[in-house]
């Protein structure tokens, strides 16, 4: 029997923004790279997405997030992953986020920011190095 | 749990050992069909329904898993996000990995643990290939299986075999136009259907339950209701007549076989490779003076003679098993397991 820890990733679309597309793409990237990626659909909310990433035992959450609330929904999301057990779980950023707001977005505990215009291969770099 | 089972970590079968007693409850439901059919969207109809009785729910859905990259995407959930904060509800998606018959090795495993949580249905969705499913009635009580009207004629249904695994059919998208006509085909290939004569060939038909053939429409949940009703008294039907304890001989039957084929394989396979045979073989094979079919005859038939089947390797396994053996284990459980279950 083969034992072999495979990555599990949830790409989640929290809110109300609608444009899927990229978050779609990138899981696609992911799959390829031998990752097991479940995607939630659009309009999550964080209690979705919670329940979601419990579920699955995942250990990246990756917020497509292009509505600019980044900043509060990650806060919120972090928050929330602590107090359900969810600490050992590592949540990344992708989608339209200024430069100035990743520093703020890892000093709230965002493991990794991937801005538009990330390559895959630095995006799944990046994902294999968190786990 | 159920990540280390998927990841095969050997602390999961501990675990499993803890949890065993406290499964069996669940009543499972398998639900099969090819690609886009809604199948997904049919469970997700499916969760209202039976939440509506306040029953626990469980889904496992199966995706494929790519066989060039390893991973996966998988979608299913999507399908049936509007239940994902219902505590009641637990939807867990799995990739194949590779195994054919359209399920995961893990998925019993996990059907296991979530039995032992305590849910009152498990639902399991195989990845949708359509024709080569027949796992799905290993490991389900009653299995559903999903077309939609207007996709091939009867030959298609006959030679895939899976009508006989079927225990209700539903016609999905019954809204499409020869829905009629779909029913129709399905209800005569079923008259014409051969009942399998022993139980291990297929362990869905007991020759009293006639399959039902259903309309319904996942989307706006014409028809889920009654689905739900229908796979319950299939369930009430078992019970009454007793192939329940019939089935779950069979189940445990299959379980145990596969238990065996893959500890006794990975023992052998390590004793092998372990082996100088195993080195002297591939070298003949490289260097040209053996075929390695002769070779491969050479070494198993050597194997059956010498019967000591000691792992040198690291890994320590608990228990001596050969070919011999195990046929008598598989002997002794049976015989162990019927008195257990029909005490039940």
């Known amino acids: 029997m083969e034992t072999k820890k495979k990555i599990r990733v949830l790409i989640a679309k929290p ?28 309009h999550q909310t964080l209690e ?39 600490e050992d779980v590592c949540l990344t950023v992708g989608g ?19 801005p538009g215009g990330t390559s895959f291969e630095k995006i799944t770099k990046g994902i294999n190095s968190l786990c | 749990m159920i990540r280390l089972i998927e990841d095969n970590d050997p602390s999961a079968f501990e675990m499993l050992k803890l949890l ?93 643990v979530l039995s032992a949580m305590g849910y009152d249905i498990i639902i399991i ?54 829905a009629e006509a779909s029913v129709l085909e399905l209800k005569m290939m079923l008259n014409m259907r051969r009942r399998p004569n022993t139980p291990e060939q297929t362990s869905n038909s007991f020759p009293n339950w006639t399959p039902r053939v259903l309309k319904t429409i996942a989307q706006n949940g014409t028809g889920v209701k009654e689905l739900a009703d229908t796979f319950l008294s299939h369930f009430d039907f ?28 990975e023992k052998i396979l390590l004793f092998i490779k372990n082996s100088t045979d195993f080195k002297d073989a591939i070298n003949k094979i490289v260097s040209g003076s053996m075929d390695p079919i002769t070779c491969a005859e050479h070494l198993v038939n050597n194997l059956k003679v010498t019967h000591n089947l000691k792992v040198t390797g690291k890994k320590k396994l608990s228990g001596r098993i050969n070919r011999h053996e195990e ?18």
Request: aromatic share 6%; glycine share 10%; charged share 25%.
């Open chain 1, 15 to 42: 809110g109300l923004d609608g444009h899927d597309k990229g978050a779609k793409i990138v899981a696609l990237a992911l799959r390829d790279a031998g990752m097991e990626v479940i995607y939630s659909g659009l």
């Open chain 1, 48 to 86: 979705q997405i919670i329940q979601t990433a419990t579920q699955e035992a995942v250990d990246v959450i990756g917020l497509s997030i292009m509505s600019g609330a980044h900043l509060p929904i990650s806060k919120k999301l972090i928050a929330m992953m602590k107090t359900r057990g969810l």
């Open chain 1, 96 to 114: 339209v986020i200024p430069y100035q707001d990743i520093p703020k977005l890892k000093e709230m505990g965002v493991c990794e920011v991937f």
């Open chain 2, 20 to 112: 065993y007693p406290y499964a069996g409850q669940s009543f499972i439901i398998g639900i099969t069909g090819s690609p886009g059919v809604g199948k997904s969207t049919l469970i997700d109809a499916l969760i209202t329904q039976f939440r509506k009785l306040d029953m626990k729910v469980a889904v496992i859905a199966v995706d494929p898993t790519s066989p060039f990259s390893g991973g996966a995407i998988l979608g299913d959930r999507l399908r049936m996000q509007r239940h994902a904060t219902d505590e009641k509800v637990f939807i867990r998606s799995m990739a194949s990995r590779g195994q054919k018959g359209g399920l995961s090795r893990a998925t019993k495993d996990t059907v296991v």
């Open chain 2, 125 to 178: 969705e195989t990845v949708g290939a359509g024709q080569a499913e027949f796992d799905i009635s290993f490991l389900a009580h009653s299995i559903g299986i999903v077309s939609i009207p207007g996709t091939g004629d009867g030959i298609q249904a006959v030679k895939a075999g899976i009508l006989e695994i079927g225990d209700i059919f539903i016609v999905n998208k019954s809204d499409r136009p020869d």
């Open chain 2, 238 to 265: 078992m019970k009454q007549n007793g192939s329940i304890v019939q089935k779950k001989i069979e189940l445990e039957r299959l379980y145990f076989t596969s238990l065996i084929k893959d500890l006794t394989l």
């Open chain 2, 327 to 344: 046929q008598e284990i598989k002997k002794l459980i049976e015989t162990k397991h019927e008195p257990q279950n029909s005490s039940r």
